[in-house]
């Protein structure tokens, strides 16, 4: 192979400019990635007090499901109290994640934004499980190319 390509200089080195060509000029039309994408859903992350019982925690895991599911935005709720079985995950024994499924986004009363509703959802848990001290509220999933 090595032979035949120094036996056809002519070929191989236009071979070589031609993909040395293409590969500069691909780069230079930069990335192409598709809209911001939105599963229409959240991932919720709740760190409990240190050293917290596992039936206490399993309680706080119900009140923040019906918590939740009393907006009429969500679908679903579905909460793992504790690490992965693996124990990969850098998190306590006192921490809950949630996955939430949301409704059609036209379905929503008030016609809110999923912004609006975040904050909505982020300033009254709270108040609505006053026994979680901390609850972030973070859309999953989501790719921005911007």
Sequence with gaps: MLAACLDQPRITYG??????????????????LPADLDEGALWLQVQMPTGLALNKASDMASDLRRAILKYPEVSYVVTQTGRNDDGTDPWTMSHIEAPVGLTNY?????????????????????????????????????????
């Design 106 to 146: 036209d379905s929503w009363p008030n016609h809110e934004s999923k912004k609006q509703f975040l904050d909505k959802l982020a300033a009254d848990l709270p108040r609505s499980c006053p026994a979680i001290p901390s609850a972030s509220v973070s859309p999953s999933s989501t790719v921005s190319t911007t």
């Design 15 to 32: 071979v070589a400019s031609f993909a040395l060509l293409a590969v500069v000029g691909w780069g230079h039309r930069g990335p192409r």
